[in-house]
């Protein structure tokens, strides 16, 4: 019953608009103050505790990282790179925004930021040459997703530190499963481009000099992945090495970015990672509570009784296609891995592989009504209603779908590369 209630409580708030993370700190709070079985000193303990933690201190890095690789015009030069290479296709400028969002994947690890980014130089682009508004918007939304699927990724520190396992093993198991996002994005985008008659680009440039302008920024994501592969520094420390050398290529090799563009990165950093810390604290707060009341056993046992992996499986990747559409991926990563990786570990799952699996599905909730994330930045860009977006945001999220069901049910697209590495 106190669980019902504490559920009620949380929808309630996000019904009627308090932000995630406050709603659920709110909510815990006030069923603690119904139940009376818990001090209130609960909360704001754990919610200390679990930010005590040096891994999560990679996630300011990685925003940092990010923000300053958009501020230095790193994105432009990965942008030239795309259309360098796939540009002149049917569709090409849909599939420059893809790929232009896998590379800067490899250095932001956020969905938002990518969004932003890449969403700020394609999204008119497209609309010039003919693109239907909402077309352009959709295709960048969930384009965007791929930030954090591409390592690094700041969920897969975000479960690393909840479920114990490895976040360089996340790193390396997430780069295939990214890859085939970006493909499937790109087919999709071909067949709707075909189908409404959108054009490639007919001037893109040479191949050869938009690479060569694009190594200092490509290097990036080898030096963050490459160190930590390497065994040199730990995730953390990799992100921290990300910001120090994206301001080297940035402010001394390519001159794109000022000391006014610096302070600018780091204010955006400081104001994002506010409003992301607190969040995963009150949402360690309402999960360790889910603990106490054995919630995650009940559901266990509940869940137990099916005797067939592949509808639990199934019934998972709904659970969490559902809260995805109404709770952010950290918020929901924090609640549901506790509850739901014990589950899968009976079937013989690896933590880390549904590590993978958790975040694709979550990811797709940044593009869909009413959380919707990266929706909200790519309709604020384009200046085009969530309305007109809908026609084509269904196939692009269908082919994001298979790709989850593809990943899930043969682990060896996640696992192989991880498997050959070690």
């Known amino acids: 019953m106190i669980i019902f209630i504490l559920f009620i409580i949380l929808f309630l708030l996000i019904g009627i608009s308090v932000p995630i993370g406050i709603a659920l700190g709110l909510a815990t709070t006030l069923t603690m103050l119904i139940s009376k079985d818990v001090s209130l000193n609960f909360v704001a303990q754990n919610a200390f505790t679990s930010l005590d933690s040096f891994p999560l201190m990679a996630i300011p890095f990685f925003m940092l990282a990010g923000n300053i690789m958009s501020y230095g015009g790193v994105s432009k030069k990965l942008l030239n790179l795309a259309d360098a290479l796939v540009g002149k296709i049917i569709g090409g400028l849909a599939m420059v925004t893809t790929v232009t969002c896998m590379f800067f994947a490899a250095i932001s690890g956020s969905g938002p930021a990518t969004v932003s980014a890449i969403g700020s130089f394609m999204i008119p682009e497209m609309n010039e040459k003919g693109y239907s508004p909402g077309f352009s918007a959709a295709i960048t939304s969930v384009s965007g997703a791929i930030g954090v699927i591409i390592p690094p990724s700041i969920p897969f520190v975000i479960y690393g530190v909840t479920s114990g396992a490895s976040i360089g093993d996340m790193f390396i198991a997430g780069v295939i499963p990214g890859i085939l996002i970006g493909l499937g994005l790109m087919i999709t985008s071909y067949i709707i481009a075909k189908k409404e008659g959108f054009k490639g680009t007919k001037e893109a440039p040479p191949l050869g000099k938009a690479f060569f302008e694009a190594i200092?920024?490509?290097?990036?994501?080898?030096?963050?992945?490459?160190?930590?592969?390497?065994?040199?520094?730990?995730?953390?420390?990799?992100?921290?090495?990300?910001?120090?050398?994206?301001?080297?290529?940035?402010?001394?090799?390519?001159?794109?970015?000022?000391?006014?563009?610096?302070?600018?990165?780091?204010?955006?950093?400081?104001?994002?990672?506010?409003?992301?810390?607190?969040?995963?604290?009150?949402?360690?707060?309402?999960?360790?509570?889910?603990?106490?009341?054995?919630?995650?056993?009940?559901?266990?046992?509940?869940?137990?009784?099916?005797?067939?992996?592949?509808?639990?499986?199934?019934?998972?990747?709904?659970?969490?296609?559902?809260?995805?559409?109404?709770?952010?991926?950290?918020?929901?990563?924090?609640?549901?891995?506790?509850?739901?990786?014990?589950?899968?570990?009976?079937?013989?799952?690896?933590?880390?592989?549904?590590?993978?699996?958790?975040?694709?599905?979550?990811?797709?909730?940044?593009?869909?009504?009413?959380?919707?994330?990266?929706?909200?930045?790519?309709?604020?860009?384009?200046?085009?209603?969530?309305?007109?977006?809908?026609?084509?945001?269904?196939?692009?999220?269908?082919?994001?779908?298979?790709?989850?069901?593809?990943?899930?049910?043969?682990?060896?697209?996640?696992?192989?590369?991880?498997?050959?590495?070690?």
């Open 216 to 422: 200092p920024s490509l290097t990036v994501p080898v030096v963050i992945l490459g160190g930590i592969y390497a065994g040199i520094f730990t995730p953390t420390e990799s992100a921290a090495v990300g910001c120090v050398y994206g301001i080297f290529i940035s402010m001394v090799f390519n001159k794109s970015m000022s000391f006014k563009d610096l302070y600018n990165a780091l204010k955006d950093a400081v104001l994002i990672n506010g409003a992301t810390t607190y969040m995963v604290g009150l949402s360690s707060s309402f999960a360790f509570y889910l603990t106490i009341k054995q919630v995650p056993f009940q559901i266990g046992q509940l869940l137990g009784q099916i005797d067939n992996s592949i509808v639990v499986m199934l019934l998972m990747i709904v659970i969490l296609l559902i809260v995805g559409l109404f709770i952010d991926n950290i918020s929901s990563c924090i609640i549901l891995t506790p509850i739901m990786l014990p589950i899968v570990k009976q079937f013989g799952v690896d933590p880390v592989h549904f590590g993978i699996i958790m975040t694709m599905a979550l990811a797709i909730g940044f593009s869909t009504p009413p959380y919707g994330a990266n929706l909200f930045v790519a309709s604020a860009i384009g200046n085009v209603s969530v309305e007109k977006m809908i026609k084509y945001l269904k196939w692009l999220l269908l082919a994001n779908i298979i790709v989850l069901l593809l990943v899930t049910f043969i682990p060896s697209i996640s696992m192989g590369l991880l498997s050959l590495i070690k």
